[in-house]
């Protein structure tokens, strides 16, 4: 049975979670401090207010925060994967690739290979990404972003045949890329 002390404390997790999902940062972001001023341990709250952190720019903050949740569960595939996500938007790419590396063993999802191809494109190891990229793919063949990101890598490995082919995928499942 849970404490009397964990259900306000669930149900503030719920309520931000409904914000942020909303779009609703702020209010999200105001109970997830709360439940950190209860618990400031609480794996989800520092992820989750990490994530905001790293929307609002702040990532060096977002990245202490999602340092201190990957600590204690250091095997949840999603924490260390946003976790790489912030570190990329600092230019600090290698430590997001040792990141996303691990984020891939522990689960090989389109996002955590995608993720990893941008890291590995922010520093120019566009083989490594284009193979990312295609591991994303083969996961979730209509994921827009990882056509693109794919046909960039494929480009600057002087393919023009292979990125104009995935170049077309991209626009054929998001054509409004297009109309700038």
Avoid: C
């Avoid at 207010?49 to 999603?78: C, S, T, V």
């Avoid at 056509?147 to 890598?153: A, D, E, H, K, T």
């Amino acid at each position: 049975m849970a404490s009397s002390n964990s259900l306000p404390m669930e149900r503030n997790l719920a309520d931000a979670l409904a914000h942020h999902r909303a779009g609703r940062l702020p209010e999200a972001e105001k109970l997830y401090r709360q439940i950190l001023n209860v618990n400031p341990d609480h794996v989800d709250a520092l992820h989750l207010l990490g994530l905001i952190g790293h929307k609002m720019g702040a990532h060096d903050a977002a990245i202490d925060l999602m340092e201190r949740a990957a600590k204690q569960m250091p095997n949840r595939a999603d924490i260390l994967s946003n976790l790489g996500v912030a570190y990329s938007a600092t230019n600090r790419h290698t430590e997001a690739i040792q990141i996303l590396r691990r984020a891939a063993n522990l689960g090989d999802v389109a996002d955590i290979q995608f993720n990893l191809g941008n890291a590995y494109q922010g520093i120019g190891r566009h083989t490594e990404g284009a193979a990312a990229y295609v591991k994303a793919l083969e996961k979730a063949p209509e994921m827009a972003g990882a056509w693109l990101n794919l046909g960039i890598s494929l480009i600057h490995l002087r393919q023009p045949k292979e990125a104009a082919n995935a170049l077309d995928r991209h626009l054929a499942i998001n054509p409004l890329s297009s109309k700038a």
